[in-house]
């Protein structure tokens, strides 16, 4: 077992306790801290008076590009993408950052479920790390949004311009008023 300086186990205790409020789970924990499984259980129990829940993530990068998630993914990854720019911290001290930033822009119902949980804002930078998912901007609004490979050669509209089941029919109108 490695030994481990009393500064770097201070350092990862913090960063566990902040990921373990957000709403981290075991994988984020284990993958981002150097603290040991039996540690980091302790410590999620201490702070949360319960286990975590067990099992692999069954998270898909489909998920991100149902509207509301969409919606939500986009604006968090582009709190994200500011913060890591101008603060140019670590990778999880961004993330950390952003996802505070965004629960404080929306922040739902009391007792409700965030539509983005910090795992799946995690989950995000990975996929986004390993080319599966992208950012692409809306043809309207120019704004930045999170999208699977499939739509970077096409025209991308945003779920905020057009729903996109209504997009063809709202073209329809349009030609029909121009003729
Ligand atoms: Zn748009």
Same mark, same amino acid.
């Given at each position: 077992?490695n030994e481990q300086s009393i500064l770097d186990e201070v350092y990862n205790t913090q960063l566990a306790m902040e990921l373990i409020?957000?709403?981290? &789970?075991?994988?984020?924990l284990?993958s981002e801290t150097s603290l040991s499984? &039996?540690k980091l259980?302790?410590l999620?129990?201490?702070?949360?008076?319960?286990?975590?829940?067990? +099992?692999?993530?069954?998270?898909?990068? $489909? *998920?991100?590009? %149902? *509207? =509301?998630?969409?919606?939500?993914?986009?604006?968090?990854?582009?709190?994200?993408?500011?913060?890591?720019?101008?603060?140019?911290k670590r990778p999880i001290a %961004?993330?950390l950052?952003?996802?505070?930033?965004?629960? =404080?822009?929306?922040?739902?119902?009391?007792?409700?479920?965030?539509?983005? =949980?910090?795992?799946?804002? *995690?989950?995000?930078?990975?996929?986004? $790390?390993?080319?599966?998912? =992208?950012?692409?901007?809306?043809?309207?609004?120019? +704004?930045?949004?999170? %999208?699977?490979?499939?739509?970077?050669?096409?025209?991308?509209?945003?779920?905020?311009?057009?729903?996109?089941?209504?997009? %063809?029919?709202?073209?329809?109108?349009?030609? $029909?008023?121009?003729?």
């Amino acid at each position: 077992m490695n030994e481990q300086s009393i500064l770097d186990e201070v350092y990862n205790t913090q960063l566990a306790m902040e990921l373990i409020s957000s709403g981290a &789970r075991m994988q984020v924990l284990e993958s981002e801290t150097s603290l040991s499984r &039996r540690k980091l259980l302790r410590l999620y129990k201490e702070i949360k008076g319960c286990s975590p829940a067990k +099992g692999m993530l069954p998270f898909s990068p $489909d *998920w991100f590009m %149902s *509207w =509301e998630q969409n919606i939500h993914s986009s604006l968090f990854y582009n709190i994200y993408l500011y913060l890591h720019k101008t603060e140019k911290k670590r990778p999880i001290a %961004s993330l950390l950052k952003a996802y505070r930033l965004y629960r =404080e822009q929306c922040p739902g119902e009391p007792g409700e479920k965030p539509v983005l =949980e910090f795992t799946r804002a *995690w989950t995000l930078l990975r996929f986004i $790390d390993c080319n599966m998912l =992208e950012q692409v901007s809306c043809s309207v609004c120019a +704004g930045n949004f999170i %999208s699977t490979r499939q739509y970077v050669n096409t025209t991308f509209t945003c779920s905020l311009c057009h729903p996109p089941s209504r997009a %063809s029919k709202k073209k329809s109108i349009r030609a $029909d008023a121009t003729q």
